[in-house]
């Protein structure tokens, strides 16, 4: 069967898709979008809403595949890049879901350039087909199922009242109930419904053909109907372990996908993420694995902040930091927002920061924002009725801190650990001890890492070297 061209159009978070905007998005790619609505509050509904003659996006990213059109949702931050850097963020958003969903960070070379237009949908079709193709080199797991039938010979035992029932006529026929082992085990039914989807979704040809060999290797199994219930009630033991990151993928497609009922290629599969939750994720990974050597980083920590004999109100920040002994030294918070690098945080977010401060014991909080260059907008919060000292010697430090791609793909980097942990201008060396040192040298270098002759605009790191070999960081803002 010949399958009709797949095109790709892009737009981005809280756009708007309007049919005559291109010549791409057709009358039936719009009504194909309201079916896959169905009954759902547009308003709730957290992909897209419906608007005359089109779609308004939410704050979801990903991809939609409607028929033969596949619509990528790309970070609103995207329109901020300079001229000539188109696809930064839209790449990134491919490393953003391989770090937090822990994909494959390469893709076979000859497959590359057919990959390259569907990337977003064919990263998690090559992770789930990895995940396959090892289950298969390992072995499909084996189970015990029992069986009721008629039969033409005798296996296992005879059910003599149903035997007596159905074959009165039948002398030749036996109603038996045995046990077989195979491999139709559920799990093995999930994968294959699985590849045959992704044989029929993929847009280019490797995928297809890889879907396709894989499910030949397959023996015959039951065509079971899959629902969140199905996936809820499995359960996973030591011999089933290893299933369980191919599961996870397949339970994403197939509960994601409208088929087709008439076969036309009208189908509807929706890969989206929310972007809040994604960035959140995507800082809490980078930070655990940047800091893993100096401190403790843990997400979600909860602390009871109100209650009645009713009910309980708990504060849960995004991003908890602390030293190996336990003890905080930080609370971030992430959020996708592009605000205007200088503009100063709201009200709401400095109110929130400041129940952290006093939660966590913490002198340092940080709300993080994406950026296309690293900035940070350093302030404390002043004397008042709950100052620490009168003289304001003890301050807590709240910024906001711009991260950009750089310094956030340099998992190693040792000015993303100063950025985050340590507040402006606070030194780790001993100022009466480093006077008495002889310095040998002075340097300079970005919050991304790049020495400096002298300081620049925005962020600068100071490395103060001196002759002993002992070393004196400490970071400010020009």
Excluded at 101 to 129: H, Y
Aim: hydrophobic share 35%; aromatic share 10%; glycine share 4%.
């Amino acid at each position: 069967m010949i399958m009709a061209k797949t095109t790709c159009i892009s737009v981005y978070e809280h756009d708007r898709l309007k049919l005559g905007e291109t010549e791409q998005f057709l009358p039936e790619h719009l009504s194909l979008l309201q079916q896959y609505l169905g009954d759902n509050d547009t308003e709730v509904f957290p992909y897209y809403q419906l608007i005359n003659n089109g779609v308004k996006f939410k704050q979801y990213v990903g991809v939609l595949c409607v028929g033969n059109l596949q619509i990528e949702v790309l970070p609103k931050i995207e329109k901020q890049v300079a001229k000539g850097e188109e696809g930064t963020w839209r790449n990134h958003l491919l490393e953003m879901l391989r770090a937090v969903f822990k994909l494959q960070t390469r893709t076979p070379s000859n497959a590359d350039q057919a990959m390259r237009e569907s990337a977003i949908l064919d990263v998690f079709l090559m992770k789930f087909l990895n995940e396959v193709e090892a289950l298969l080199h390992k072995g499909l797991i084996k189970t015990y199922r029992k069986t009721e039938e008629n039969r033409t010979s005798m296996k296992g035992k005879l059910v003599f009242s149903k035997h007596l029932t159905k074959n009165y006529v039948h002398k030749e026929r036996f109603y038996v109930n045995y046990t077989t082992y195979d491999r139709n085990h559920i799990l093995n039914c999930i994968l294959y419904k699985a590849l045959k989807l992704v044989s029929h979704i993929a847009m280019n040809s490797y995928t297809q053909c890889r879907a396709k060999t894989m499910s030949f290797e397959f023996p015959e199994l039951n065509d079971i109907a899959v629902d969140d219930a199905l996936f809820e009630r499995l359960t996973f033991d030591r011999k089933s372990e290893d299933y369980r990151t191919a599961i996870d993928i397949a339970r994403l497609i197939l509960l994601r996908y409208m088929p087709d009922q008439l076969k036309r290629g009208k189908h509807v599969l929706a890969l989206m993420f929310d972007m809040n939750k994604l960035w959140e994720e995507y800082v809490f990974v980078i930070l655990r694995r940047s800091l893993r050597e100096e401190y403790n980083v843990s997400a979600q920590k909860v602390k009871r902040f109100w209650e009645s004999s009713f009910c309980t109100k708990v504060i849960r920040p995004d991003i908890v930091i602390s030293d190996k002994s336990g003890k905080p030294v930080c609370v971030l918070d992430t959020k996708w927002k592009c605000p205007a690098v200088g503009e100063p945080p709201g009200d709401a977010d400095l109110k929130q920061m400041y129940v952290y401060h006093k939660y966590w014991g913490v002198k340092r909080t940080a709300l993080l924002y994406p950026s296309t260059k690293d900035d940070e907008l350093s302030g404390y919060f002043q004397s008042g009725y709950f100052a620490e000292t009168p003289d304001n010697s003890d301050k807590l430090s709240c910024s906001k801190i711009y991260l950009s791609l750089s310094i956030l793909k340099n998992s190693q980097n040792e000015c993303l650990k100063l950025l985050i942990c340590n507040a402006e201008g606070e030194q780790t060396g001993v100022e009466d001890v480093a006077a008495s040192k002889q310095v040998a040298s002075v340097e300079y270098y970005s919050v991304s890492g790049i020495k400096n002759a002298e300081p620049v605009d925005g962020v600068n790191i100071k490395v103060v070297r001196y002759t002993d070999g002992s070393l004196q960081t400490s970071k400010f803002v020009k």
